[in-house]
């Protein structure tokens, strides 16, 4: 079996596991912070430049980037929302 189908299939899900036991062990706020980290980004990108040079992945780590603020902004939109509407605890 080819090294990158490994990684592909094993990494992400290992470090996904990875982090429940994170959260089992020292609770939610560790988890939350250990799952800040690019967990699911990092190893693609990793494996995308494996099998298509860096040039791409430099493109690809770049718009990355750029999704994160897309999330941001819909993270500070449901979190307005959600006290706006009551939905907040």
Same mark, same amino acid.
């Given at each position: ?15 996904? /596991? ?20 690019? *967990?699911?980004?990092?190893? *693609?990108?990793?494996?995308?430049? *494996? ?26 939109? /449901? ?11």
């Amino acid at each position: 079996m080819p090294t990158v189908l490994v990684l592909k299939l094993c990494l992400v899900p290992s470090l996904i /596991y990875l982090v429940t036991q994170v959260g089992r062990r020292w609770g939610p706020n560790a988890a939350g912070w250990f799952s800040a980290l690019p *967990i699911v980004a990092g190893p *693609i990108l990793l494996t995308m430049a *494996i099998e298509q040079g860096s040039q791409f992945v430099a493109t690809a780590a770049a718009h990355t980037l750029i999704a994160v603020i897309a999330v941001l902004v819909f993270c500070l939109a /449901y979190a307005w929302a959600s006290g706006r509407f009551g939905v907040a605890g």
